[in-house]
Nanobody, 116 residues
């Protein structure tokens, strides 16, 4: 019954910004569990980009530190990924993820393309 619904992808020029959203439905415990953003570029493995714990602690892959910010709004049951200073190498399909209870949940994925 849990669903993660993403929004906010698109095409942006290098140096631009984009914000991704991941809204959870069907779980009253979403706020208690870590949530993550992954990305997968063509021909590459899916990589963990950012994670936020239920307590608000964050972690990032080195390549996005200082540029990306993960946050959550528990009142809206939503996790965000603010992406600034975007680079062409950030181009990928981005997925939100959560492990709630004993199950894994993935968002549907959204394309982020950084190109001039």
């Amino acid at each position: 019954q849990v669903q993660l619904v993403q929004s906010g992808g698109g095409l942006v020029q290098p140096g631009g910004s984009l914000r991704l959203s991941c809204a959870a439905s069907g779980s009253s415990f979403f706020r208690l569990f870590p949530a993550s953003w992954y990305r997968q570029a063509p021909g590459k493995q899916r990589e963990l980009v950012a994670q936020i714990t239920g307590g608000g602690t964050t972690n990032y892959v080195d390549s996005v530190k200082g540029r990306f910010t993960i946050s959550r709004d528990n009142a809206k049951n939503t996790v965000y990924l603010q992406m600034n200073s975007l680079k062409p190498e950030d181009t990928a399909v981005y997925y939100c993820y959560a492990f709630i209870g004993s199950s894994s949940y993935w968002g549907q994925g959204t394309q982020v393309t950084v190109s001039s």
